[in-house]
């Protein structure tokens, strides 16, 4: 059987951390709240030989080498839903939404032959994959792999930036690499999610302060959204951090 | 003019301890220079703590991110654990005790400064020196105190 999709727009897979590429999360820089993400990868997953390559690798303090992916993210509780969306679950900007929107279901984290579980959607989204949906994905290759190639080039390209990021905050904030092997440990893995102000510090963006003063605003209206649930209480201190630290960063020469 | 206890804990007056070096004289020693950082933290004088990065590292400083530090932790206490210098390097280890989104915490980093005309500045940091786990700690109520005191750290730098 061979599977098939169609999106029926539900709007329900647009909730929650939106991973971006570089040149996405720079160019919705006044729509997303940002942060960078890390995930590990361990030497026994799939894709991980393409994580090394999308990402970087990392010692541990046992000594294992995990690959770890650092993810430019639009930073947003599980349930909240994207900026970008509307009331009829429709994108607001889907003329030119990021890359990882238009590249759903599919994942360039991932080798192409293994894709096929992106698939099935998960739990109350209501993608089509009855026999009506068009086929999409042939002998474990992407029919039409446009997006994806896409998506996955710009993933190559800005690796040596992720790297550069990596090296800085592995000097600057050493404790990291005890929560990289505590995600490591953990069956589950888990996020790392550091800020885009240490991210423009050790990338020496010119265009800074542009991006600082585009996500003060929105950094601050998430702090305000967020301030009353005590199960957002680690999504409110960043923001409310991180709109300071915007706020700063937008008012320096 | 009165004189006030300097945040460093030194035990001096700010006027004659951190106070001239945050206005610009050259600190004496390495130790100097690092107590007056921590002073230019509590005193929200990020501009100290820039303009004393070795050339080296000062681009890397995140001054936003700092201010922001500065802002939300309470300072308590700076425990100079250990100072040396050799000619124009000096080494500092040293614990900063501070209160954070209502926790005690720690910070434990050894320092290394060096002298470029006359001015120390800092170099380097190696947080958690000895291996600790954790750059950051909860302190709990009943435990000895970090400061090597001996006393528990709820009659000690946690009070
Ligand atoms: S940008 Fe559009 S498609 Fe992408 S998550 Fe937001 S609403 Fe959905
Ligand atoms: S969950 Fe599936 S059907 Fe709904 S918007 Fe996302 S891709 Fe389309
Ligand atoms: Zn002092
Ligand atoms: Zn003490």
Redesign the pocket.
Known sequence: MEPRFACTAC?K???GL?PLTLTDAVA?AVRFPLALVWTVVRSNAKSYDLATRLGTSVRLPNRKTVAVLIQPT?YLPNHF??????PDN?????AD??S??RT?PFYPYREEKDQADLLVPRKGWECDVSAEAPVVYRNHAILDRKDFDRERAELLEQAPVMRTYADYVLKYMPWIVNDLAKMAAAPAGGKLVTSLSSFLTATRRTDARELAAAQAPLMQAMAERTRTDPALADFHRNYAGWAKEMERLAQRG | MTSSACPCCSGLSFETCCGPILAGAPSATAEALMRSRYTAFVRHDLDHVERTHAPEIRDDFNRAEAERVADECDWQRLDVLRATEEGDEGTVEFLIHFRRDGQDMRHHERASFRRVDGQWLYSAGEVNPKGEPRRVVKVGRNEPCPCGSGKKFKACCGR
């Open positions: 709007g897979c647009c909730h939106l919705h639009a839903p994207c900026p970008a969306l509307q429709l994108c607001g900007i889907h939404k990021p990882r929107c759903m």
